[in-house]
């Protein structure tokens, strides 16, 4: 593990090495990608330090036992070897699932799509709960959400909403949670008192920069519209809403967020670069869905990924069999720990692929 650990190490300096020459300073695009690259390292290298002082100090201490021949000492450095040896191991657990190699997306903001699916009026108002939920777990890790567009239920909630989050790390928290949510409680409609089923589709990709997609403003048709919603007085009276229709593919994107037009516009425009990388991005996670039983991180949007039961305040989650029983503080935004264990989940699988490789 050592002489893997340098290599990292040496290719590390060699990054840091690069990231000085001029001329690679003018190229932005090799330099963003060369900051990403060295930023990920970081923590791999910290660990390598630490890992390489607990290798030597083992030296050291066996050294001690070798030579010394007060038994007080030996003892103490007996004790001092045994702790440090449990600490090695420990250390090479952490380290081996640190350089597993990980979705290149998950330093990404992410795009999140909740639309109501089958169950009316209480879909709608189910796929509400999701974005307050989502809206509350953001704000517990200080990312930035950003509405792009949406249309309200009849009575309540959002038979769609597309928003942006930003901050650090979000796709790689966020991916989890795309597919079919299903609810079951009695719905605010129901006059008997019935348990009712119904499920909003959650998709969550990977915001694609500028330099991702090469996106032609020739490609791009522009229409502005006026907004609807609560807005005030720029509603339904300035051209302020913005659609965006990419001829190529005939993808539609819009926006009405923003009262500034050129606000929707850019907002319309990352979710339309998004749209274009995700066909790409797709052919990746359908790579792994191949060799990952757990498919924790599959963009498969159609298939059936967790069950809110209300009567029973639980949450199943069925790629992984998890049930939890803290429904009221999950809605609220305690999710971390849903996340936490389909992580591990995925790590578990990727570090089988790494061993059969």
């Given at each position: 593990?050592?002489?893997?650990?340098?290599?990292?190490?040496?290719?590390?300096?060699?990054?840091?090495?690069?990231?000085?020459?001029?001329?690679?300073?003018?190229?932005?695009?090799?330099?963003?990608?060369?900051?990403?690259?060295?930023?990920?390292?970081?923590?791999?290298?910290?660990?390598?330090?630490?890992?390489?002082?607990?290798?030597?100090?083992?030296t050291s201490a066996k050294e001690i036992l070798y030579q010394e021949k007060d038994e007080e000492f030996r003892a103490m450095a007996k004790e001092e070897?045994?702790?440090?040896?449990?600490?090695?191991?420990?250390?090479?657990?952490?380290?081996?699932?640190?350089?597993?190699?990980?979705?290149?997306?998950?330093?990404?903001?992410?795009?999140?799509?909740?639309?109501?699916?089958?169950?009316?009026?209480?879909?709608?108002?189910?796929?509400?709960?999701?974005?307050?939920?989502?809206?509350?777990?953001?704000?517990?890790?200080?990312?930035?959400?950003?509405?792009?567009?949406?249309?309200?239920?009849?009575?309540?909630?959002?038979?769609?909403?597309?928003?942006?989050?930003?901050?650090?790390?979000?796709?790689?928290?966020?991916?989890?949670?795309?597919?079919?949510?299903?609810?079951?409680?009695?719905?605010?409609?129901?006059?008997?008192?019935?348990?009712?089923?119904?499920?909003?589709?959650?998709?969550?990709?990977?915001?694609?920069?500028?330099?991702?997609?090469?996106?032609?403003?020739?490609?791009?048709?522009?229409?502005?519209?006026?907004?609807?919603?609560?807005?005030?007085?720029?509603?339904?009276?300035?051209?302020?809403?913005?659609?965006?229709?990419?001829?190529?593919?005939?993808?539609?994107?819009?926006?009405?967020?923003?009262?500034?037009?050129?606000?929707?516009?850019?907002?319309?425009?990352?979710?339309?670069?998004?749209?274009?990388?995700?066909?790409?991005?797709?052919?990746?996670?359908?790579?792994?869905?191949?060799?990952?039983?757990?498919?924790?991180?599959?963009?498969?949007?159609?298939?059936?990924?967790?069950?809110?039961?209300?009567?029973?305040?639980?949450?199943?989650?069925?790629?992984?069999?998890?049930?939890?029983?803290?429904?009221?503080?999950?809605?609220?935004?305690?999710?971390?720990?849903?996340?936490?264990?389909?992580q591990l989940a995925e790590n578990a699988e990727r570090l089988k692929e790494a061993v059969n490789v």
């Open positions: 593990m050592l002489d893997k650990l340098e290599a990292i190490y040496n290719r590390y300096l060699e990054i840091e090495k690069t990231m000085n020459d001029p001329d690679v300073m003018a190229d932005m695009k090799a330099y963003i990608k060369l900051s990403k690259d060295y930023k990920e390292l970081q923590p791999v290298i910290a660990a390598y330090k630490e890992y390489k002082l607990v290798i030597d100090n083992i070897l045994n702790q440090l040896i449990e600490k090695r191991d420990i250390m090479e657990e952490e380290i081996r699932i640190m350089l597993i190699p990980s979705d290149p997306q998950d330093g990404k903001n992410a795009v999140v799509e909740i639309r109501a699916g089958t169950g009316g009026d209480e879909a709608s108002i189910f796929a509400g709960d999701l974005y307050r939920m989502y809206t509350k777990y953001c704000e517990t890790k200080g990312w930035k959400i950003e509405l792009v567009d949406y249309t309200e239920g009849t009575v309540g909630g959002f038979k769609e909403i597309i928003f942006n989050v930003s901050g650090d790390n979000v796709y790689g928290q966020l991916k989890y949670e795309s597919g079919v949510h299903r609810v079951q409680r009695v719905p605010q409609t129901e006059t008997q008192g019935r348990v009712h089923t119904s499920a909003a589709s959650v998709a969550v990709l990977p915001e694609a920069d500028e330099f991702d997609v090469d996106l032609k403003p020739s490609d791009i048709r522009k229409d502005t519209y006026c907004s609807s919603g609560p807005g005030g007085q720029s509603v339904n009276t300035t051209y302020s809403a913005v659609r965006l229709t990419h001829i190529p593919t005939g993808i539609v994107v819009t926006c009405q967020d923003q009262k500034s037009q050129l606000k929707n516009f850019d907002k319309a425009l990352t979710v339309l670069r998004t749209r274009l990388y995700e066909q790409e991005y797709q052919k990746y996670l359908d790579e792994i869905s191949k060799k990952r039983k757990t498919m924790v991180s599959t963009g498969d949007r159609s298939a059936k990924v967790r069950t809110y039961n209300y009567p029973q305040s639980r949450i199943t989650d069925h790629r992984i069999n998890l049930t939890v029983y803290n429904l009221t503080t999950y809605m609220d935004g305690d999710i971390q720990d849903m996340i936490d264990a389909l």
